[in-house]
């Protein structure tokens, strides 16, 4: 069992940045792949960023969006510049045993926190 918990989320005006940390519990923390995804209002969640021993970004955050983490603390982080108002969601950490490369989905995911908040104004 996995516990993610995710904190950092906020209100912030277009063109800020925010960082966003998911916390996670357990003894093989570093084995995991994790992921960012996001769920604005009305629309299905979707993937964001992705990280193990390699990284992906969909590509509304690429150039963006930084995902990093620290296996140490157990934390993963993601790092949002320039944000817009589209960026707008509920965002949530997820894990997974497996790295899906270029093809991830909420699917695929093992465990899930809770999500925070961002909200963009413009």
């Known amino acids: 069992q996995v516990q993610l918990v995710e904190t950092g989320g906020g209100l912030v005006q277009a063109g800020g940045s925010l960082r966003l940390s998911c916390a996670a519990s357990?003894?093989?923390?570093?084995?995991?792949?994790m992921g960012w995804f996001r769920q604005a209002p009305g629309k299905e969640r979707e993937f964001v960023a992705a990280?193990?021993?390699?990284?992906y970004y969909a590509e509304s955050a690429r150039g963006r969006f930084t995902i990093s983490r620290d296996n140490a603390k157990n934390t993963v982080y993601l790092q949002m510049a320039s944000l817009k108002p589209e960026d707008t969601a509920v965002y949530y950490c997820?894990?997974?045993?497996?790295?899906?490369?270029?093809?991830?989905?909420?699917?695929?995911?093992?465990?899930w926190g809770k999500g925070t908040l961002v909200t963009v104004s413009s």
């Open positions: 997820a894990s997974s045993s497996r790295w899906y490369g270029s093809s991830w989905s909420q699917d695929g995911m093992d465990y």
């Open positions: 990280i193990r021993w390699s990284i």
């Open positions: 357990g003894r093989t923390f570093s084995s995991y792949a």
